[in-house]
């Protein structure tokens, strides 16, 4: 029997959602996206068919969830910073309100992290991406299949915001 189930959620369009069962490594799921006539679009109904399976799976399980909170990333001065247009923010935003959603409709309230704030407990900050899908492998060897490719990173990213959260859980529920 299962007692906890934890969603990790990277939100980009190719992020991913991954799973804890017990702080063991569950399912992984691709961020689902659909092309809407112009752009792709995260799925927000491929989202929540993966939640209600998962809970169908683990009946009595304590769920929980936490998707980094992503913002644009504005032109600044000075160069050399990563930018975003408009239209670009926009769609960022909408996929993270996608996901929100997702979860929101099926009565889990999620919780949000920085990037910077998972990272740093991490050990990853001023590291590239690699880094942490390696930190990840280290860490579940259980799911090194699904993180062998460099561009499975947001596996990676969502497998180890699961675990941050889930330690803050059991930290929490410890001082409880």
């Known amino acids: 029997m299962t007692f906890r189930l934890t969603f990790g959620v990277d939100p980009g369009l190719t992020g991913a959602i991954a799973t804890l069962l017990d702080g063991e490594p569950g399912p992984i799921l691709d961020m689902p996206t659909f092309h809407n006539g112009t752009a792709n679009e995260v799925d927000a109904l491929a989202i929540a068919v993966f939640i209600k399976q998962l809970r169908a799976e683990h009946p009595g399980t304590y769920v929980s969830a936490c998707i980094e909170r992503v913002r644009a990333m504005p032109d600044r001065a000075g160069g050399n910073v990563r930018k975003m247009g408009a239209q670009s923010s926009f769609n960022f935003g909408?996929?993270?309100?996608?996901?929100?959603?997702?979860?929101?409709?099926?009565?889990?309230?999620?919780?949000?992290?920085?990037?910077?704030?998972?990272?740093?407990?991490?050990?990853?900050?001023?590291?590239?991406?690699?880094?942490?899908?390696?930190?990840?492998?280290?860490?579940?060897?259980?799911?090194?299949?699904?993180?062998?490719?460099?561009?499975d990173g947001g596996r990676a990213d969502a497998l180890l915001i699961a675990l941050w959260h889930d330690r803050k859980q059991l930290t929490g529920a410890r001082a409880a």
């Not at 740093?120 to 062998?148: E, H, N, Y």
């Open 94 to 151: 909408d996929g993270f309100g996608q996901v929100k959603a997702a979860f929101r409709v099926l009565g889990i309230q999620p919780v949000f992290v920085e990037a910077r704030s998972w990272k740093s407990t991490m050990g990853l900050i001023g590291f590239d991406k690699d880094v942490a899908r390696q930190l990840a492998i280290s860490r579940f060897p259980a799911a090194a299949m699904d993180l062998q490719r460099k561009k």
